[in-house]
């Protein structure tokens, strides 16, 4: 199995700019996390989806940031409009029921917001 | 927020050296997770206990929990290099369904 595949692997982008990061979990895995690490913050739950259904969003910053899974196989989490405070390795991790297993994270998104 | 906090926060031991990672959290919990971090990389899931454990062998790899305490720990026997990460304990806490919360992180240094 190739494991969580996230995209792009780094994005740099300026102020105001729409960002767009991009997951695809393992396949047959029916939970998708999105997490933010930061140097400040450490590693912090955006959002989550069970059966491509998002269950909890509370830790989504703002109503600038916004996430959507529309198959099993793909998940998006976009930022609009970007800030520079955004900047962080943005991680997609995926599980097969729930937590038992532990959660299989990809490499990441570096993105920096100018 | 945070749910659990390592200590140290740092630690730099030669190869051959066991490792110990501490983790305390707040709240009741269902599970434990522990996971690495390679530089640059994303977090590898290393071991779970669940709240009715005490202790678990993985390989080297030797977890307590004592719920009373509201704290964990992580042995690494006979260190090597290549366990040179950071390592975060991992919390799903009671009535938060799904919903994990890691800890600030330790970060490991193993030398020759």
């Known amino acids: 199995d190739a494991g969580v595949i996230q995209s792009p692997r780094h994005e740099v982008t300026e102020m105001g700019q729409e960002v767009t990061l991009r997951c695809k979990p393992i396949?047959?895995?029916?939970?998708l996390f999105w997490y933010r690490q930061t140097m400040m913050r450490g590693l912090e739950l955006l959002i989550y989806?069970?059966?491509?259904?998002?269950?909890?969003d509370s830790g989504m910053p703002e109503d600038r940031f916004s996430a959507k899974m529309p198959n099993a196989s793909f998940s998006t989490l976009k930022i609009q409009p970007s800030e520079p405070r955004d900047s962080a390795v943005y991680f997609c991790?995926?599980?097969?029921?729930?937590?038992?297993?532990?959660?299989?994270f990809g490499p990441g998104t570096r993105l920096l917001v100018l | 927020s945070q749910q659990g906090e390592e200590d140290p926060q740092a630690l730099s031991i030669q190869e051959g050296e066991n490792a110990t990672m501490n983790c305390s959290y707040k709240?009741?919990?269902?599970?434990l997770q522990w996971y690495r971090q390679n530089s640059g990389r994303g977090l590898v899931h290393l071991i779970l206990?669940?709240?009715?454990?005490r202790e678990k062998h993985s390989g080297r790899l030797r977890v307590t929990l004592d719920t009373s305490k509201k704290s964990s720990s992580l042995l690494i026997t006979a260190s090597r290099a290549a366990d040179t990460a950071s390592y975060f304990c991992?919390?799903?806490?009671?009535?938060?369904?799904?919903?994990?919360?890691f800890g600030t992180g330790t970060r490991l240094q193993v030398t020759l």
């Open positions: 991790a995926s599980s097969l029921a729930g937590l038992a297993g532990g959660l299989y």
């Open positions: 991992a919390t799903d806490g009671a009535g938060t369904a799904s919903k994990l919360t």
């Open positions: 206990i669940r709240s009715n454990e």
């Open positions: 989806f069970n059966n491509n259904v998002p269950i909890d």
């Open positions: 709240t009741s919990i269902n599970n």
């Open positions: 396949s047959g895995h029916d939970y």
